[in-house]
C-alpha cells in the first residue's frame, strides 16, 4: 500500500522476521492521522502480524499524531500483535521521552533495531 496524498506518505512492507513495517514520511497530525491508523488497522487483519512504526522520515507529529501513535499500539496489544516504533530523529525522540510515549511502548534507533527486540520477544 502507498499513499502519497496530502502531506504524509504512508507505505507498508514485512519484514524477513515478521512485523510489517509502516513508513511515514512527512506529517503526522490531526488531518493525516486517520490514514495512518487505517494502514495499521490493515496490518492488524493478519492474525499475529506485528508492526513497527518507521518514523525515520517522519518531519512533523503534534498530539493528534502521538495519540494516533498510541492508539495503534492498544489496537495491536488488543489482537496480541506486537508494535514498536523506529528511527526517530533527535527532536522527536526526546518530544515522545518528555510526553512520556517511551513509557507505553519501545522506541528504537532503527527498524532493524526493532525488528530484532520484536524477534526476541
Known amino acids: ?12 512492507h514485512p519484514t524477513p522476521a515478521g512485523p510489517v513495517v509502516v513508513h511515514l514520511a512527512g506529517e503526522l497530525d490531526h488531518y493525516t492521522g486517520p490514514r495512518f ?8 487483519r493478519d492474525p499475529g502480524a506485528g508492526v513497527i512504526a518507521d518514523l525515520s522520515d517522519l518531519h512533523y507529529c503534534d498530539s493528534t499524531g502521538m495519540t494516533v501513535i498510541i ?12 508494535f514498536a516504533v523506529a528511527g526517530l530523529s533527535p527532536a522527536m525522540d526526546q518530544l515522545f521521552r518528555m510526553a512520556g510515549i517511551d513509557q507505553l511502548f519501545p522506541l528504537h534507533a532503527s527498524v532493524q533495531a526493532a525488528s530484532e527486540a520484536l524477534r526476541g520477544s
Open 1 to 12: 500500500m502507498n499513499d502519497a496524498e496530502g502531506t504524509l506518505a504512508i507505505s507498508t
Open 37 to 44: 491508523r487505517l494502514a495499521v488497522e490493515e496490518v492488524l
Open 71 to 82: 492508539t495503534a499500539c492498544r489496537r495491536a496489544q488488543a489482537v496480541g500483535s506486537s
